[in-house]
């Protein structure tokens, strides 16, 4: 089945930073979604991006099917951003989300 | 924006007894999951449901019961608690599979 690998595991940024968080995929992929979870809260869908490129304000998710891979980018970090994030894939065929252990983002002031 | 509320937030029981926590989602999505997160297992899907009355086994379900009374409600069952079973739980909904999933705030529950 999916296996999903995210890197860094954490990264501390000072405020203004720009992030790039990594997902990587053990097999081909249909549905891929980055999630953003509040320190000790809730995940709340951050992307729903299958393919391409998307861009929502200061962040950009870009996933390579054929890499098997997607990334997500913050640029101009501030502190609000802080906390983990979280991606999850369904493998071809599937429509079940495996999600990664998440990468634990800290953005200092 | 979906909906989802869960019950109880913080619920603290004895090994061996009986605990339920309650999913309710108010978009009238077809699809509820409950899942459980731990450090170093990222989420698990425990069980999900497709609508009313069904009910399907998610990766985890041992120990663990289910059962989706309406569109909107979700439960899930802890029937004789171990201490394996503390967790932060999660509901989620989608409109169908594959979907955006919306989660609830989140329940935690430490078995004693």
């Known amino acids: 089945g999916q296996q999903v690998q995210q890197s860094p595991t954490s990264l501390v940024l000072q405020e203004g930073e720009n992030a790039e968080l990594q997902c990587n995929f053990s097999?081909?992929?249909?549905?891929m979604q980055w999630f953003y979870q509040r320190p000790g809260g809730s995940l709340i869908s951050v992307f729903y991006?299958?393919?391409g490129t998307k861009q929502s304000g200061r962040l950009t998710s870009t996933t390579v099917i054929k890499e098997r891979r997607s990334s997500l980018h913050i640029s101009s970090s501030q502190i609000t951003d802080s906390g983990t994030y979280l991606c999850a894939s369904a493998s071809s065929g599937s429509w079940q989300l495996i999600f990664g252990s998440g990468t634990q983002l800290t953005v200092m002031p | 924006e979906a909906a989802v509320t869960q019950s109880p937030r913080n619920k603290v029981t004895v090994t061996g007894g009986n605990v339920t926590l309650s999913c309710r989602q108010t978009?009238?999505?077809?699809?509820m999951y409950w899942y459980r997160q731990d450090t170093g297992h990222g989420l698990r899907l425990i069980h999900y449901?497709?609508?009313?009355?069904?009910?399907q086994i998610g990766d985890v379900p041992d120990g663990y019961k289910a059962t989706r009374t309406t569109q909107e409600d979700f439960f899930l069952l802890l029937e004789l608690a171990s201490p394996s079973q503390t967790s932060l739980y999660f509901c989620?909904?989608?409109?169908?599979?594959?979907?955006?999933?919306?989660f609830g705030e989140g329940s935690r529950l430490i078995v004693v």
């Open positions: 978009n009238s999505h077809n699809y």
């Open positions: 989620a909904s989608s409109e169908n599979s594959g979907n955006t999933l919306y």
């Open positions: 449901s497709y609508g009313a009355g069904n009910l």
């Open positions: 097999t081909s992929l249909n549905s």
């Open positions: 991006n299958p393919s």
